[in-house]
């Protein structure tokens, strides 16, 4: 447990601050822009100096570091709220070890504990890495950001020698799979591989250095009583299937060779025969739920990027309702998927180098950066939903969705293949309901695409004309206001008076699908207190009636 009152003291020691310790009078309040920027830039730099944390400290003044007090977020709970805001924010969801209070007689005094940045990984606030010169916020030169990286790639899990483990603690049957889709993968060199021997067979397609067993080795083609070589690491899968009240039916757990795991895996997998109309035809179309290629490479992608030293397995999740979700332990490096989509190089950095380059060669997966954009796009040619990735508790997840989500989406996104798949994935999170960020709200609205306001956005006019969808756009919209006050005169006028619930069920299903019930009623509520103020109708306890001037 960290004596903080100890702490405090000895940093106040410091005649002047470092790049790793910031001290802000905060007397009131302070930018959360600014203590992200900061937040960065200290545990960048802590990594850089070889220091396991950094401060940042309020209420203390820096010219003579005199103790003046902080009113910044006095309610103890607001203030360790922003552990979970700042992760928001940053890469891999990094936030503040902890945040300290002290009570001073010349006032409080708070403390945020920084942790350095991870080996191989700059921390980033909204996609900008930030460092320290001296006393002064600047962004990281690429000098800093190459020298943190390189520790990653200096830290290969999968390439370590397993100590006392030699070729009889491999999978005769593994290392034969291996050679078929070396040779696959290699054709050239597929007349001398006949004469290769294992040993050599292994040296060359990059599992085994120089006859010694790697990691890399025995997590794909070794046998299962060989997995201890890996510990505290692990070579498990496990397949869990659960009907549509997310309750568990069956499952199975994999362990090495996950060469040959892999593809049992698949084998469970229920890849069923989806059907579904077309746009423009009476015939159904059939297709897989789940394409081969984006099974494959989700789980392979799993095996490649897992951080097996964190002691996690594997897990595939096979939902009745149409769903398969990869996860696998481990920060997603390149920090955003829309990197990776965008991306027009392979990512230059891998958390198993060694690892990847030899299931590349087992033709797993491939390092020309195409893997993910291909799933995406061909969930793009099936009008399925795009594969969605979540990054949170050091954990990558991918949901993949095997049916058609919202059709209306689907045919329209179809018929407009002048869409980058940037444009897509951002309207694809429209349609799953999910929250656009106002950089993706200008976008898509510069363009004409979505309309409404935050957070209900709804397909454009202009999109519903180019896809032929008018009438789906009419309903999304739903009826304009003063179409709705005309239905409420009409009815007044019939029946002399009316309560708002006469009028809900009149206006509520006229009003947007795009609103929920609560929203909907609360806008028949907004019409009707909109035509008191205009001097149109009146309201007398809970009666609506003609206003007298109206009737007069």
């Known amino acids: 447990m960290i004596d903080i009152k100890a702490t405090l003291k000895r940093l106040l020691g410091h ?30 730099e802590a990594n850089l100096l ?14 003579d570091k005199a ?104 999978a005769p049957e593994a290392i034969q799979k291996a050679r078929e889709l070396f040779a696959e993968k290699n054709t050239k060199l597929a007349p001398e591989m006949q004469e290769w021997d294992d040993r050599t067979f292994l040296n060359k397609a990059k599992l085994c250095i120089r006859d010694k067993v790697t990691r890399t080795a025995i ?36 362990s090495c060779p996950l060469l040959l795991s892999a593809e049992e895996v698949y084998g469970k997998i229920r890849n069923l025969t989806y059907r579904y109309l077309a746009q423009g035809t009476l015939f159904p179309q059939e297709v897989d739920s789940y394409d081969p290629y984006i099974i494959r490479e989700a789980l392979n992608n799993c095996i490649a990027h897992q951080d097996y030293s964190l002691g996690g397995k594997i897990n595939v999740v096979e939902r009745e309702d149409s769903q398969l979700i990869f996860t696998n332990m481990g920060s997603f490096i390149p920090q955003t998927i829309e990197n990776v989509i965008e991306a027009d190089a392979p990512e230059p950095l891998y958390r198993n180098p060694f690892l990847a380059e030899a299931m590349v060669n087992l033709k797993m997966i491939d390092t020309i950066g195409s893997g993910i954009k291909r799933m995406f796009n061909i969930q793009r040619r099936k009008f399925f939903p795009l594969p969605e990735y979540s990054f949170n508790d050091n954990q990558v997840k991918v949901v993949v969705t095997g049916k058609v989500l919202d059709m209306k989406y689907a045919v329209k996104l179809a018929q407009m293949p002048e869409l980058s798949l940037h444009d897509i994935m951002l309207l694809d999170k429209v349609q799953k309901g999910k929250a656009l960020s106002d950089v993706e709200v200008r976008r898509l609205k510069h363009q004409k695409l979505i309309e409404g306001r935050k957070p209900n956005f709804h397909i454009s006019s202009q999109v519903a004309i180019k896809t032929g969808q008018k009438a789906d756009y009419m309903k ?29 069920n009149i206006l509520l299903d006229k009003l947007p699908d795009v609103l929920d019930d609560s929203q909907k009623k609360n806008k028949v509520k907004n019409l009707l207190q909109a035509m008191k103020k205009e001097g149109v109708i009146s309201i007398l306890g809970k009666t609506w009636s003609m206003s007298k001037k109206m009737n007069g």
Request: glycine share 8%.
């Open 67 to 170: 103790i003046v007090g902080s009113r910044y977020r006095t309610n103890p709970a607001r203030l360790q709220s922003l552990k979970k805001e700042i992760a928001d924010k940053t890469n891999n969801r990094i936030s503040f070890k902890d945040i300290h209070e002290v009570e001073t007689d010349r006032g409080r005094v708070v403390l945020f504990q920084i942790p350095a940045a991870p080996p191989g990984i700059p921390v980033s606030w909204e996609g900008v890495w930030y460092g320290r010169d001296g006393e002064s916020l600047v962004k990281l030169n690429i000098e800093e950001i190459e020298r943190i990286r390189k520790q990653g790639r200096e830290e290969d899990w999968s390439k370590k020698i397993c100590e006392g483990a030699t070729i009889s603690d491999l």
């Open 50 to 63: 070889g220091k396991k944390e950094a401060w940042l400290i309020f209420g203390v003044r820096d010219k």
């Open 219 to 254: 997590l794909l083609l070794g046998k299962s009583e060989s997995e201890h070589f890996l510990q505290p690491g692990l070579a498990r899968i496990s397949w869990i299937l659960k009907d549509r009240d997310n309750i568990e039916k069956d499952y199975a757990h994999f």
């Open 476 to 504: 999304l919209k739903g009826i304009n206001d003063e179409y709705c006050k005309k239905i409420i005169i009409d009815y007044l006028k019939k029946f002399g008076t009316g309560q708002r619930t006469d009028f809900e």
């Open 15 to 44: 005649d002047y601050e470092t790049e790793v310790l910031e001290f802000k009078e905060a007397k009131n309040d302070y930018s959360f822009q600014k203590i992200g920027q900061y937040f960065s830039a200290l545990a960048n």
